[in-house]
Structures are given as C-alpha cells and as structure tokens.
C-alpha cells in the first residue's frame, strides 16, 4: 500500500475515532509493518503542522491522536461553549505528580508522602480523567493502585512518561542516610 493510502486511511480513522488508536491497532487494520504506520503518521503530522492547519496529529506512547491545534483553542472553545478545564488545586497537583511518578501508586503511598489525608484528590484526578485505576496491589486490604491516562500526556503536552523531568524518588521503608560532610583538607 502506498503512504498516501495510508495516511488518507490514519486520517479517516483517526478524525472518526476522536480517540488515541494503538499503532499496532492501525498496523493489523491496514495490513501492514508497525513502521509503515509510524512513518505515515509522522509525515502526516510534520504535514499538517508545517501547512498550519487546524487539526494535528499527536502520538501518545504506542498510538496517534487527531487533536485540534491549540492556536485554534479559542475558536474551537467559542463555538462548542465548552469551559475550560478546571485548574487543579495544590493538593491535587501534589497527588498527580507523586502517581506519575511512582505509578502504579496506592492512595496510601500518595498520603505516605504528602503527610495529609488524600481521598479528595485521588478522587478528583479520577473525575477529570488524569489517572484511571491500575488494578489492586496484592497485599491485605488489596488496595486500588492508580496509573495516569492519555489525558494527563495531553494536558500536559507530554508523548510519553519518559519526558516527565527526572525527580530523586523516595525509598520507601528504608531509612535514607546522609552523606558524611568532607573533611577539610589536611585534617585526618
């Protein structure tokens, strides 16, 4: 199949989709290599960006996703009346920034770290759809562990996990030692 195909295909499914599609999704509905489909839809988004135009096409993880392009926000907005999102308070900030990092994340290991009850924001993540849940850890009480969502790579303009900043994580249950200070020079 020829890339033109191809991309006037990623385009159809992806604008009817309105969702992120899986590459190997795309790649088993065409009938052809992963790579093809990853090619395709780079060059189709390189296309639409270098013409300006009011739509893109954002890759997120192992997928693609039709998005409208944020110069286009206020129109967009504007004729859907939609509001803008709801900020997120301090401590929801806190909460998604510590399962971003450490996910899979329990609400116990969020309010380990924060030192204060978290209920409120795992709770309020859940509802803006930024994290979802990840199954339950095995341990007593089998508790609800938390991943992020596409959601959270998009409103944050992240393509994956790996562009989060690098942040020095917490050893939990072991006791953190401090360096020994350097001794100054000739003292022994």
Known sequence: MEQTQIQRILEAILFASGERMEISRLA????????EIERAADDLA?????????IRIIRLERGYQMV??????????????TRKPPKLSSSQLEALTIIAYYQPATKAMVEQIRGVDSSYSVAALLNKKLIEEAGRLNVPGRPIQYRTTPDFLRTFGLSSLEELPPIEKIAFGEPVEAEEPASPEGAE
């Open 28 to 35: 088993s509905v065409l009938e052809v290599d992963e790579d």
């Open 46 to 54: 390189n296309q639409l960006s270098f013409e300006r135009r009011g």
């Open 68 to 81: 409208s392009s944020g110069e286009m926000a206020d129109y967009v907005t504007k004729a859907l009346e």
